[in-house]
């Protein structure tokens, strides 16, 4: 199994990132999908979420209107279109493969660094 982010980097405030995680290994298609964040000194937070055939997304208060999580099953691929970035945006970012029969996430990829400075 292995689930490889990418995209990460640094931005301007007001700036967009598009993150990618892609997968392989295990049933992408059977799988809902999430991204986390973990900011220096902090525990790691759900930012988004998205049902395996990518019918519904939900997404942290803090995200929300700014980011898009969508998915596309054919790429085994999963993605965080972040617009609008804040400095408090600044984390390293997880993209998770969550079962609900597990009830919680199963596989984990290995983060990708976010830095929002100006």
């Known amino acids: 199994v292995q689930l490889v982010e990418s995209g990460g980097g640094l931005v301007q405030p007001g700036g967009s990132l598009r993150l990618s995680c892609a997968t392989s290994g295990f049933t992408f298609s059977a799988y809902a999908m999430r991204w986390y964040r973990q900011a220096p000194g902090k525990e790691r937070e759900l930012v988004a979420h998205?049902?395996?055939?990518?019918?519904?997304?939900n997404y942290a208060a803090s995200v929300k209107g700014r980011f898009t999580i969508s998915r596309d099953n054919a790429k085994n691929t999963v993605y965080l279109q972040m617009n609008s970035l804040k400095p408090e945006d600044t984390a390293v970012y997880y993209c998770?493969?969550?079962?609900?029969?597990?009830?919680?996430?199963?596989?984990w990829g290995q983060g990708t660094q976010v830095a929002v400075s100006s």
């Open positions: 998205i049902t395996n055939a990518g019918g519904s997304t």
């Open positions: 998770g493969a969550y079962s609900s029969s597990y009830g919680n996430v199963k596989y």
